[in-house]
């Protein structure tokens, strides 16, 4: 069983930055697929940026150049960096841990909200 607690969320004004933690208890794996989603109000939940089980990162068109994705296996946990944020940007944003191969692997934080006002 892995649980996930997210950090750092929080109310910024636009073009300022804010850092998410997300720290997982449990075993985690090199091969798991670690990242961040979020859901704004009235949206479908989509993928914010991620570690693939391959080992390479993704990051969604609307936050490439802005946000930066990190991950410490030694630690088991996974960070977002988020610079110049917009308020298109405000979301409840949750971490989750997964493996395409093997669909019992889909963990997901309890989600932290941020708010990005103009």
């Known amino acids: 069983q892995v649980q996930l607690v997210e950090s750092g969320g929080g109310l910024v004004q636009a073009g300022g930055s804010l850092r998410l933690s997300c720290v997982a208890s449990?075993?985690?794996?090199?091969?798991?697929?670690m990242g961040w989603h979020r859901q704004a109000p009235g949206k479908q939940l989509e993928l914010v940026a991620e570690?693939?089980?391959?080992?390479?990162?993704n990051y969604a068109d609307s936050v490439k150049g802005r946000f930066t994705i990190s991950r410490d296996n030694t630690k088991n946990t996974v960070t977002l960096q988020m610079s110049s944020l917009k308020p298109e940007d405000t979301a409840v944003y949750y971490c989750?841990?997964?493996?395409?191969?093997?669909?019992?692997?889909?963990?997901w934080g309890q989600g932290t909200q941020v708010t990005v006002s103009s």
């Open positions: 449990g075993t985690i794996f090199s091969f798991n697929s």
């Open positions: 989750h841990v997964g493996f395409p191969a093997d669909p019992a692997w889909d963990y």
């Open positions: 570690f693939t089980s391959g080992g390479s990162t």
